[in-house]
Structures are given as C-alpha cells and as structure tokens.
C-alpha cells in the first residue's frame, strides 16, 4: 500500500457469517477513542459502483461471463479507491470497508476458477496497488452461513460446492500472511469477536 497517515482494515467472510454486526460494533469503539471513521462496502460506496453493484448482484443476469463479473467488481472497486477510500486514507480516516479484493481472489479467482493471480493482479492495477493494513476474515461453514440468507443475489444463489472454495480460499489467503490478516471463528459469542478484533486494531492504531 502507498503510505498514509489513515489505516484500512477490510473484512471478509462467507455468507451470513455476520460481517455488518462486527463492522459496527468496531466503528463504534474507534468512534469512542476519537477516530473518525469512514464505513464503506463493496461493490459499491460511490454513485457509479452502486450501479455496478447493481448489475453485478442481479439475479437478472444468471450466468454473466465470469471474466466479465471479474472485471465489473474490479472496476467498482477502482472507482471506490478513487473517490472514497483513498481521499479518507488521506486525511487520516480508519476506513472500515465490507469486503475489498480478497473477495475477488476468493468469489472470482478461486470460486469461477480465473487464476488467484490474475484476478489479484487486475485488482491491484485498478486500485494503484492499495491493500488494506489489516483484513479481518470471518470464518463460517456455508452450511450454516447460507440458512442465515434470505433474498439471495446472483453470487449468494450458487451451489453449496462453489461457496465450500471460497471459504477454503479465504483460508488459503489469510494463512499465508498472519500480520495483515486475523481469521476468527463467526459462530463464537459477538462479543467475544468483537473483543478480539478491537485489540487487534487497537495495537494496529497505536504507534500512529
Ligand atoms: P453483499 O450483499 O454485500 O453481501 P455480503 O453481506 O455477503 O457481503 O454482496 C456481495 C456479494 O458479492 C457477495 O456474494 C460476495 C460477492 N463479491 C464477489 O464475488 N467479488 C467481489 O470482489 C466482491 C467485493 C463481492
């Protein structure tokens, strides 16, 4: 990442596995030590991501080409860099964003089978290399994470074995690299993650 008085710390996660629950239990605990923080979500956070998001998510476009899913959420994410992330790193914001690039490592590289690379690659080129400091990944088996969903999207609607290889990539990824990554079990009480997470972030904060 390109250096900035701010930090970005993404999470990350199967389905249902409670990702807006620990997003906001630690936006209030940042807001609390006197952070300001921006609260972003992936695809999406700015006018033209949405419409993105919109054709990306729709369950009216079943079977989009996955080299063309691949390159929507890559441009999504490039207009978010863009226009939100960045200028907040800039200023010295905490951006706390639902989902960033892994997601596409795991739902696009792995999951449709398009090379972890490539799709990493693609991501970075439209981002000018911005990585978050920290990526929390909450971790659920999809069995249990997918009852939890209602109104399916186009991603959410596939079958059980492409969301068994997202998981195993998130795991391959944060495995590779515990610094920038903590994987914590979803099913554990809230406030025990919670906790966790916030210590974590808090001695990633402190020598700011
Ligand atoms: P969203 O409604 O934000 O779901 P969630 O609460 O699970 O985050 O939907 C985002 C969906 O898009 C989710 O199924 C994961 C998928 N996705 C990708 O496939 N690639 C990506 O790069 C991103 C950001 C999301």
Redesign the pocket.
């Known amino acids: 990442m390109l250096a900035s008085p701010g930090a970005f710390i993404a999470f990350e996660g199967g389905?249902g596995a409670g990702?807006?629950t620990q997003e906001q239990l630690l936006a209030e605990h940042l807001i609390a030590a006197g952070h300001e923080v921006v609260r972003t979500?992936?695809?999406g956070g700015t006018p033209a991501a949405e419409a993105m998001r919109n054709i990306?998510?729709s369950p009216q476009y079943l079977g989009l080409d996955a080299r063309s899913e691949a390159l929507l959420?890559a441009a999504a994410?490039g207009e978010h860099v863009a226009r939100v992330i960045r200028p907040a790193l800039d200023r010295g914001a905490v951006v706390v964003c639902?989902?960033?690039?892994d997601?596409?490592v795991a739902?696009?590289g792995y999951?449709r089978d398009l090379g972890a690379e490539k799709v990493r690659d693609l991501s970075l080129w439209a981002t000018n290399n911005l990585l978050p400091d920290l990526t929390i990944v909450l971790d659920i088996d999809p069995l249990l994470g997918l009852t939890r969903i209602t109104n399916p999207?186009r991603?959410?609607a596939e079958p059980i074995e492409y969301h068994v290889r997202v998981r195993a990539a998130f795991l391959a990824i944060a495995g590779a690299d515990s610094e920038r990554y903590l994987v914590l079990d979803a099913t554990l009480p809230k406030g025990e993650i919670a906790a966790v997470i916030a210590g974590r972030v808090d001695r990633l904060l402190a020598p700011r």
Do not use: A, H, M, N
């Open positions: 389905e990702k807006s979500r992936e695809p990306v998510l959420f994410r639902d989902r960033y690039l997601s596409s739902y696009q999951g999207d991603l959410e």
